[in-house]
């Protein structure tokens, strides 16, 4: 079964309050899994691999997804690059996650595939990453 994923980190400050948002569908659009998550500071960046981290761990986790492929959508065109091998990693932190993207898909059960797509494509995953971090903002007041 080909599973179509969207991801967003968001950060306010940047480095700043930072939360994650993930939306996984069917092909038909049937919504299948979504998470939010809260970070606490964390770079956009830092937060957008992130995102994909906790995406793909969910898609291995759930046998019932029955996976075959993934594609992600990602409003990070830096990310997308730098995956699809098109921009080198020069930051450390993320080589780090870089790293940990590429062993989480060694061995996976599908393939994978990463896109950019504008922003306004990806309001679901940020709305779920900016009530995360909405919450927790709430929260400590």
Same mark, same amino acid.
């Given at each position: 079964?080909?599973?179509?994923?969207?991801?967003?980190?968001?950060?306010?400050?940047?480095?700043?309050?930072?939360?994650?948002?993930?939306?996984?569908?069917?092909?038909?659009?049937?919504?299948?899994?979504?998470?939010?998550?809260?970070?606490?500071?964390?770079?956009?960046?830092?937060?957008e691999y992130t995102a994909l981290l906790e995406c793909i761990a969910l898609v291995r986790e759930a046998? #019932? %997804?029955?996976?075959?492929?993934?594609?992600?959508?990602?409003?990070? +065109?830096?990310? !997308?690059?730098?995956?699809?091998?098109q921009y080198k990693v020069k930051d450390a932190g993320l080589k780090v996650l870089f790293d940990d993207?590429?062993?989480?898909?060694?061995?996976?059960?599908? #393939? %994978?595939?990463?896109?950019?797509?504008?922003?306004?494509?990806?309001? +679901?995953?940020? !709305?779920?990453?900016?009530?995360?971090?909405?919450?927790?903002?709430?929260?400590?007041?």
């Open positions: 079964m080909r599973l179509h994923a969207w991801t967003d980190g968001a950060s306010r400050g940047n480095p700043g309050e930072a939360a994650i948002g993930i939306i996984i569908k069917q092909e038909d659009g049937t919504v299948v899994a979504t998470k939010k998550r809260y970070l606490g500071t964390a770079t956009n960046n830092v937060a046998e #019932t %997804f029955r996976c075959t492929e993934l594609v992600v959508q990602t409003d990070s +065109e830096l990310m !997308a690059r730098q995956l699809n091998g993207v590429k062993r989480s898909l060694a061995g996976a059960p599908f #393939t %994978f595939t990463i896109r950019h797509i504008p922003r306004s494509l990806n309001k +679901e995953a940020d !709305a779920l990453a900016n009530e995360a971090i909405d919450t927790n903002v709430r929260k400590a007041q």
